[in-house]
């Protein structure tokens, strides 16, 4: 090979790895840019009324909490099987009724507020809503996936969008067409108002209950015999079956865990705002699903980041922002940005495929 041809076939090479570095920079630069406003804007606005801001901001941690929930059933189904359960939201919403209907028509009003009765009839719906949740969650895997394992991705994922529209038709003819209010809760009313900021005591029972759900499930997934054949099986299905794992049931098992966090979220909602709506669903799957993007699908610590960081910007923006009308247009505005500089989400690590 000549000199001049050597130079020819360098050029080429040099100018790709020039635009590379190219658009490299001008990502770095456009994405600080955008952290710069962020900030700016943050900044501001606690400086111009910390309290609401402050208040706004709890808030939207409860909020992020629930989505934690219910972003944790995306994330695990999908880690396992590779599957959107689009029906996850859905059976969130189920979950709502189901804490309803427990604490008002079986237990009627017969505690009210902060109580140890009260408590005592708490406990027992949040053990019977997760349940609920789970029994639906490992029927709907059963009946509807488990066929569907080995065709072809476009099959399970219309299956799931059609679970979906199942369980909101079950949610129209179990609360109506309306929003329903009017639920009896068992947590205890008020408000503490240190500095002048609002805190509800039912929002600091909520997260106080969430976090040792969500360290349970860490502690799950990743210290138990089971947690061990999940990322057994989500690693390889045919090399877990060769080690002796029931795959069915480690899957069923993994579908469990998330419809009983999708009752806990539900149950934890009704109490809180009071109020049901049979297309509450999608809303909150939605949102739950983007939650489980930002942070990584498949990772567990990435969906509650992503659950808390869609929580208190939604409540932030809400309180001090643009208003709730534009509430999920930031959200997803941030998740496209987000995809846009870092496509496997906060946590997510990217695959390298070798050829």
Not at 143 to 159: C, F, G, N, Q
Request: hydrophobic fraction near 50%; charge should be positive.
């Amino acid at each position: 090979m000549t000199q001049s041809t050597a130079t020819a076939t360098r050029q080429p090479v040099i100018h790709r790895r020039t635009a590379t570095q190219v658009r490299r920079y001008l990502t770095i630069a456009s994405g600080s840019l955008i952290l710069a406003g962020v900030g700016y804007w943050l900044v501001s606005s606690f400086i111009d009324n910390p309290a609401l801001f402050t208040t706004s901001a709890i808030v939207g941690l409860q909020n992020g909490t629930l989505f934690a929930l219910i972003a944790l059933g995306y994330t695990l189904v999908y880690g396992i099987i590779e599957l959107i359960n689009f029906a996850h939201g859905d059976l969130f919403m189920i979950g709502t009724l189901f804490a309803g209907f427990l604490i008002t028509t079986v237990f009627g009003t017969m505690v009210s507020g902060a109580s140890a009765g009260g408590w005592v009839l708490f406990v027992v719906a949040l053990i019977g809503c997760m349940a609920f949740c789970a029994t639906i969650n490992v029927s709907i895997e059963f009946v509807a996936y488990r066929r569907l394992r080995r065709a072809p991705k476009l099959a399970p994922l219309i299956t799931a969008v059609g679970m979906s529209f199942v369980l909101l038709f079950f949610g129209l003819l179990w609360n109506g067409s309306g929003q329903k209010p009017g639920w009896a809760s068992v947590l205890p009313q008020g408000t503490w108002e240190p500095l002048g900021i609002r805190i509800e005591h039912k929002l600091v029972i909520v997260i106080g209950m969430t976090v040792p759900l969500l360290l349970l499930m860490s502690w799950i997934v990743t210290k138990t015999k089971a947690g061990k054949a999940m990322r057994a099986v989500a690693q390889d299905q045919d090399a877990a079956r060769l080690m002796g794992i029931n795959v069915n049931r480690i899957i069923s098992f993994t579908f469990a865990l998330g419809g009983a966090l999708a009752g806990a979220a539900g149950l934890m909602y009704q109490q809180v705002i009071g109020t049901t709506r049979f297309d509450l669903g999608f809303q909150f799957g939605l949102i739950a699903f983007t939650a489980a993007v930002l942070g990584g699908i498949g990772n567990l610590t990435g969906a509650v980041l992503g659950g808390l960081i869609i929580g208190v910007i939604k409540g932030l923006n809400e309180g001090v922002g643009l208003g709730q009308q534009w509430s999920q247009t930031i959200v997803f505005g941030i998740l496209i940005l987000l995809m846009v500089f870092r496509p496997t989400g906060l946590l997510g690590q990217s695959l390298e495929q070798k050829v």
